[in-house]
């Protein structure tokens, strides 16, 4: 299967390309970004070097499992990333996850970027996709809520601490 450019009446869902380093160092050296993203203390980007490491992980992801940049379509800025990729640790389980600068939140880019990775996982074949996020992580929360997303409650089994679990209908 190839790779899959999204596009939303917003925004353009796109692979990373080299250039984009700077983008992922800024948003992935901030605490108030990692802090949500990892159990225990946020492990910060400290360099483009580290970046450019980071994307290359990102391109060899199998399809339909990717992490796509969030690039608005008005202004060509990248917004942030959303993603479906493996849940560590079980058994070919997969996750749709999202991250966005915080000069980007509160314009709904998460919940339009989610809504079309959504679509395409399970237009892609698969049957089930969760969102897994820190607890306390009320946007997020409210991202899946809008997408429609079922609470099954919270787990200890694929990370260090707990993570709150929401399955697709």
Same mark, same amino acid.
Request: hydrophobic letters at 45%; glycine letters at 8%.
């Given at each position: 299967?190839?790779?899959?450019?999204?596009?939303?009446?917003?925004?353009?869902?796109?692979?990373?390309?080299?250039?984009?380093?700077?983008?992922?160092?800024? !948003?992935?050296?901030?605490?108030?970004?990692?802090?949500?993203?990892?159990?225990?203390?946020?492990?910060?980007? #400290?360099?483009?070097?580290?970046?450019?490491?980071? !994307?290359?992980?990102?391109?060899?992801? /199998?399809?339909?499992?990717?992490?796509? #940049?969030?690039?608005?379509?008005?202004?060509?800025?990248?917004?942030?990333?959303?993603?479906?990729?493996? !849940?560590?640790? %079980?058994?070919?389980?997969?996750?749709?996850?999202?991250?966005?600068?915080?000069?980007?939140?509160?314009?709904?880019?998460?919940?339009?970027?989610?809504?079309?990775?959504?679509?395409?996982?399970?237009?892609?074949?698969?049957?089930?996709?969760?969102?897994?996020?820190?607890?306390?992580?009320?946007? %997020?929360?409210?991202?899946?809520?809008?997408?429609?997303?079922?609470?099954?409650?919270?787990?200890?089994?694929?990370?260090?601490?707990?993570?709150?679990?929401? /399955?697709?209908?």
């Amino acid at each position: 299967m190839s790779r899959v450019d999204l596009e939303t009446e917003r925004l353009r869902l796109r692979d990373w390309r080299p250039d984009d380093a700077a983008v992922v160092l800024d !948003i992935l050296s901030r605490v108030d970004v990692v802090r949500w993203l990892d159990d225990g203390e946020p492990k910060l980007l #400290a360099d483009l070097d580290e970046a450019r490491a980071k !994307i290359a992980s990102w391109q060899q992801l /199998v399809p339909p499992l990717r992490q796509w #940049a969030i690039e608005v379509r008005e202004t060509g800025a990248v917004a942030g990333w959303a993603c479906l990729v493996p !849940i560590p640790g %079980s058994g070919g389980l997969v996750q749709i996850g999202w991250t966005l600068h915080p000069d980007a939140h509160g314009h709904g880019y998460a919940t339009e970027a989610a809504r079309a990775v959504l679509a395409h996982g399970l237009a892609s074949g698969l049957t089930e996709i969760r969102a897994l996020m820190i607890p306390a992580n009320e946007p %997020s929360v409210r991202v899946a809520q809008r997408l429609g997303m079922r609470d099954i409650g919270t787990t200890d089994l694929w990370y260090d601490g707990p993570s709150r679990v929401f /399955v697709t209908p």
